[in-house]
């Protein structure tokens, strides 16, 4: 158990829906990144929150949209699902730049499977 | 950041060295090195950093190269539970710097 929580495990809906993903970050941790699997893709990075706010985006498509909540858990919205939306959905979290170990060391959860039919 | 690249793949026989190799020839001088891995499907695990110094952990060895250019992550004593994706990223000192994953190297540990 990495420390990082994300549900649901597996979700199976249809094409034109809109789903939510949940993410619980470590203990301790500030910050939330979303990274989308897809076979033909491989990891690619969605957003990153720190603290609240949006620090980074990365190939997040309009139709998706996330935040960061007061405790820190974060949410990713995914609407108007396409066939093309079925991945592996991974948050990950870490403290920050560390300055003693000149790291920012990303703590994976176990993801998110995502089919859209 | 600078780009890595990886061979694709990788075979390596249970109880010897698996040495990973990879290359970061446009790196920065305040960038560092990562090794992560993804096990089949699971989220990717982080494994071991380095700046310029050698480094050893519980899990692995990471050797740089003295231009920075290059890297090797080695697995002492690889056991199948190794085989995995094995991914080598470059990434500034920031907390606001995501790391980018490429394709990575698939390891097969082989009885």
């Known amino acids: 158990d990495s420390g990082v929580t994300q549900t649901p495990k597996h979700l199976i809906t249809a094409t034109g829906q809109r789903v939510t993903l949940r993410c619980s970050p470590r203990s301790g941790d500030l910050s939330v990144y979303w990274y989308q699997q897809s076979l033909d893709q491989g990891l690619q990075f969605l957003i990153q929150?720190?603290?609240?706010?949006?620090?980074a985006k990365g190939n997040i498509l309009e139709r998706f949209s996330a935040q960061q909540f007061p405790d820190l858990h974060s949410e990713l919205n995914l609407s108007s699902l396409e066939l093309g939306d079925s991945a592996l959905y991974f948050c990950?979290?870490?403290?920050?730049?560390?300055?003693?170990?000149?790291?920012?060391?990303?703590?994976f959860g176990a993801g998110s499977r995502l089919t859209v039919l | 950041d600078a780009k890595t690249t990886q061979p694709p793949s990788m075979d390596c026989a249970e109880g010897r060295a698996a040495n990973l190799p990879c290359n970061h020839s446009t790196i920065s001088g305040n960038e560092y090195v990562y090794w992560y891995r993804q096990i089949h499907s699971q989220g990717p695990q982080y494994i071991i950093h380095?700046?310029?110094n050698n480094e050893t952990n519980e899990m692995a060895s990471l050797i740089i190269t003295e231009d920075r250019k290059s890297s090797t992550l080695i697995l002492p004593h690889a056991t199948l539970r190794d085989t995995a994706v094995y991914y080598c990223i470059v990434s500034r000192p920031s907390g606001n710097t995501p790391l980018v994953f490429g394709k990575g190297t698939r390891l097969s540990v082989i009885a």
């Open positions: 380095g700046l310029k």
């Open positions: 929150y720190y603290n609240g706010e949006e620090r």
């Open positions: 990950a979290s870490s403290v920050g730049w560390s300055r003693s170990s000149g790291a920012n060391v990303l703590t």
